[in-house]
T-cell receptor
Framework: AQKVTQAQTEISVVEKEDVTLDCVYETRDTTYYLFWYKQPPSGELVFLIRRNSFDEQNEISGRYSWNFQKSTSSFNFTITASQVVDSAVYFCALSEGGSQGNLIFGKGTKLSVKP | EAGVAQSPRYKIIEKRQSVAFWCNPISGHATLYWYQQILGQGPKLLIQFQNNGVVDDSQLPKDRFSAERLKGVDSTLKIQPAKLEDSAVYLC????????????FGPGTRLLVL
């Protein structure tokens, strides 16, 4: 069965600190997709990144970077030089292949960035 | 490009009453999803439509929840009768075709059942 674990419930940092959000997943499929979403206080889920299981290249987008390691079934997310606007709940999600490979979300990590 | 639209944004009802939520997906997106997000948890899929057909409704409590997407575009989710534990945010999302493609979410409807 597929599962996503975000062990960090809440993280608090001071502005300009770097922070890493952990995500560990479980799946028996060889083809799967991993996602990160941001949910600010307004409530809307904002898409950040999608990664398929065949692409282990790390990705950087501005202050955001993602580290995908199949050997440890992890897909961690790092924010460099955090800002107050980064305060939100961040969700990691997994989708297996097939027409019913729906998104399975972790419980989320609440990030608070203090000025 | 317009995003996923949902209404209403907030709804307060008493238990045993009925309520309906509306969703209009991104234009051209064949697949539409309804999720329930209880406070402090990640979203959980309730039902997935592809065009106007149901692909997956295995987690929809069918004794009280119903959903339709008659013309393959917008969709309505109904709860009748509501229970206290239905208090949650109901999120609608859409994707081009498959769940493995990026799903884009609407702003959600926050439901409080008293």
């Amino acid at each position: 069965a597929q599962k996503v674990t975000q062990a960090q419930t809440e993280i608090s940092v001071v502005e300009k600190e770097d922070v890493t959000l952990d995500c560990v997943y479980e799946t028996r499929d060889t083809t799967y997709y991993l996602f990160w979403y941001k949910q600010p206080p307004s409530g809307e889920l904002v898409f950040l990144i999608r990664r398929n299981s065949f692409d282990e290249q790390n990705e950087i987008s501005g202050r955001y970077s993602w580290n995908f390691q199949k050997s440890t079934s992890s897909f961690n997310f790092t924010i460099t030089a955090s800002q107050v606007v980064d305060s939100a709940v961040y969700f990691c999600a997994l989708s297996e292949g097939g027409s019913q490979g729906n998104l399975i979300f972790g419980k989320g990590t609440k990030l608070s960035v203090k000025p | 490009e317009a995003g996923v639209a949902q209404s209403p944004r907030y709804k307060i009802i008493e238990k045993r009453q009925s309520v309906a939520f509306w969703c209009n997906p991104i234009s051209g997106h064949a697949t539409l999803y309804w999720y329930q997000q209880i406070l402090g948890q990640g979203p959980k899929l309730l039902i997935q439509f592809q065009n106007n057909g149901v692909v997956d409704d295995s987690q929809l409590p069918k004794d009280r929840f119903s959903a339709e997407r008659l013309k393959g575009v917008d969709s309505t989710l109904k709860i009748q009768p509501a229970k206290l534990e239905d208090s949650a945010v109901y999120l609608c999302a859409s994707s081009l075709v498959t769940p493995q493609e990026t799903q884009y979410f609407g702003p959600g409807t926050r439901l409080l059942v008293l």
